[in-house]
């Protein structure tokens, strides 16, 4: 399931990534990578904001997207 579908306050496994190779490599570079545990801090019809290891990250609804959980 995508991302950006899933609920707030909960934590999900990244499975896989869609989209571009520009925008896979970008997410790699943020840390966003297949295994890495991520939780959906807050999320608006535009945006997520998502915590992944020691880090908060900001991302708009598009890109969520094409990050699949589980």
Same mark, same amino acid.
């Given at each position: 399931?995508?991302?950006?579908?899933? @609920?707030? %306050?909960?934590?999900y496994?990244?499975? @896989? =990534?869609n %989209?571009?190779t520009?925008?896979?490599?970008?997410?790699?570079n943020? %840390?966003?990578?297949?295994?890495?545990?991520?939780r959906? =801090?807050?999320?608006?019809?535009?945006?997520?904001? =998502?915590?992944?290891?020691?880090?908060r =990250?900001?991302?708009?609804? %598009?890109?969520?997207?094409?990050?699949?959980?589980?």
């Amino acid at each position: 399931m995508p991302l950006a579908m899933m @609920n707030s %306050g909960r934590e999900y496994r990244i499975v @896989n =990534i869609n %989209g571009s190779t520009d925008l896979r490599m970008k997410l790699v570079n943020m %840390g966003i990578t297949p295994g890495v545990a991520v939780r959906i =801090i807050s999320k608006s019809p535009s945006s997520l904001l =998502i915590g992944l290891r020691d880090t908060r =990250i900001m991302l708009n609804s %598009g890109i969520a997207h094409q990050i699949q959980v589980q």
